[in-house]
C-alpha cells in the first residue's frame, strides 16, 4: 500500500477572513498593524518592535499589560473553575467582586450587574430604568434622553441614545422616543481647556425644554457621560452634571452616567461621579474593571432602584434580563486582581497627580500646524486637526498609521482628531515621548 501523507500543506494568512470593527479594512489590510504582545507600557509586533501604548489599548488597559498579579489570577481560576451558569446559580468571587465595586462608587450606589462590555452594560443601564418605572407604576416613561456627540456602545439602545453621526445613520430609525439634549462643545468659548471648561453648564436646561415637550410622566432616563470620549475627548463643563442632578431629581427622572470610560482611575477617582460630586442613579462600567484582560461590563444602581424589584413572591424572577457570560468566572478573578493592583499601586491617586504634567505636554501643541483644539481632562486628550478639504479625516488616518510605522507609538484617531489616553502607569518621562512624537506627526501631515 503507498505511504500515507502525513504532512499538513499550512494556509497563509492572508488577512482576508476577518472583518475588522470599526476599521477602514481595504486600507488596514494593505499596510497591517499586527500586534504579537505586550507587557507594561508596549505593545509588540511580530518583529518584535516595541511600541509605546498612548491609548491604553482602547482606554481599558489602565493598569498596563500583562500585570503579572492580573495573569497568575486568570491562570489560577481556569484552573479551578472555568464556567458557572449565569442564571439561578452563582459563584463566590461574583460576589466579592460586586461588593468591591459598590464601595468604590459614591452614595448608595450599592448594587452591582454584570454583564460583558460597555455596549451590554447601557443596554442593561437603559433595560432597568424602563422596568424600574414599571414597577413603580409610572409605565408611560418610556422616554429616552442622550446626548450629541455623546457613545453608548452599539447595541440598539446605545446606539439610539447616543449621539455620534456614523454610528446611527446606517441602522435605520433604532429605537423611537428618543431625544438628544446638545453638545456640551463650543471651540469658540472651550478652545485649549485643561480639565473642565468654564463655559457651557447652562446647556444642562435644555432638559428643562425636553420635559416642557413631553413631559415628564412619559421620560425614563438621561444618560450622559461624564466626558465624551470616543467622539474626541470632550469634558462636562464645570456645573453641567450637577444641574442634570437636580433637573432630573425636579421630574422624577433617572440619571445615567456612562463611565465604561471614566471609570477606574482615568479622570483621578474610582469613578468620575466622584470627581464632579455627583450621585446618579446608575453607573454603566467596563473596560477599566479588569484592564482589559478579559471582557466584562456592569450597572452600578441605587438600594433604591434595586428594592423597588424586591417586592414580589420571592421564587419569581425579578428582573427578565442577563447574559450567558455575566460575571464570568475568569473575569471576576481578573476584575478582582485588577482592583488590587489600583489599590497597592495607588494608581487612582497617582493618575491624578500627574493630570497637570500631562496637561501641559498636551498644551505644547498648540501652535503646530491644522492644530485647532486641544483638551484635556485626567490622563486624556483630545486634538483637533484642520481637515484636508478633499478628504475629511485622511489627516487623522496619515497619523494613526505613522504613529504604527514610523514612530512607534499607538494613537486614537477620531476622524482628525487624535486621541491620547494611555496607561494609568505611564511615567514622566513617556508622557515627554507620547507629545514629543505626536508633535513630530502632526508635523509630517501637515
Known sequence: MPAVQTTTQSVPNDLEAYWLPFTPNRAF?????????????????????ALLDGTAGLWCTNAGHNREPIVAAIQRQAAELDYSPAFSFAHPKAFELASRVAALAPGDLDHVFFCNSGSEAVDTALKIALAYHNVKGQGARTRLIGREKGYHGVGFGGISVGGIVNNRKYFGTLLAG????????????????????????????????????????????????????????????????????????????????????????????????????????????????????????????????????????????????????????????????????????????????????????????????????????GLTAGIDLASRPDAVGKRGYDALERAFHEESLMIRAVGDTLALTPPLIV????????????AKLIRAVA
Not at 414580589?312 to 442577563?322: D, N, S
Request: aromatic share 8%; hydrophobic share 40%.
Open 29 to 49: 489590510k494593505k499596510a497591517p498593524r499586527l500586534i504579537a504582545r505586550a507587557k507594561d507600557m508596549h505593545y509588540y509586533t511580530p518583529e518584535g518592535r
Open 178 to 377: 428618543v431625544d438628544h439634549l446638545p453638545s456640551t462643545y463650543n471651540r469658540e468659548q472651550q478652545a485649549f481647556t485643561k480639565g473642565e471648561p468654564e463655559w457651557g453648564a447652562h446647556l444642562a436646561d435644555d432638559l428643562e425644554r425636553t420635559v416642557a415637550l413631553h413631559d415628564a410622566s412619559t421620560i425614563a432616563a438621561v444618560i450622559v457621560e461624564p466626558m465624551m470620549g470616543s467622539a474626541g475627548v470632550f469634558p462636562a463643563p464645570k456645573g453641567y452634571l450637577q444641574r442634570l442632578r437636580a433637573i432630573c431629581d425636579k421630574h422624577g427622572l433617572l440619571l445615567i452616567l456612562d463611565e465604561v470610560i471614566t471609570g477606574f482611575g482615568r479622570l483621578g477617582h474610582a469613578f468620575a461621579a466622584e470627581r464632579y460630586g455627583v450621585v446618579p442613579d446608575m453607573i454603566t462600567f467596563a473596560k477599566g474593571v479588569t484592564s482589559g484582560s478579559v471582557p466584562m461590563g456592569g450597572v452600578i444602581v441605587r438600594a433604591g432602584i434595586y428594592e423597588a424589584f424586591m417586592r414580589g413572591p420571592e421564587h419569581v424572577t425579578e428582573l427578565f434580563h442577563g447574559y450567558t457570560y455575566s460575571a464570568h468566572p475568569l473575569a471576576c478573578a481578573a476584575g478582582l486582581a485588577t482592583l488590587d493592583l489600583y489599590r497597592d499601586e495607588d494608581l487612582f491617586a497617582r493618575a491624578k497627580k500627574l493630570e497637570p504634567k500631562w496637561a501641559d505636554a498636551a498644551m505644547s501643541l498648540k501652535g503646530l500646524p491644522n492644530v485647532l483644539d486641544v483638551r484635556t481632562v
Open 427 to 438: 511615567s514622566e518621562a513617556q508622557i515627554d515621548e507620547i507629545f514629543s512624537k505626536t
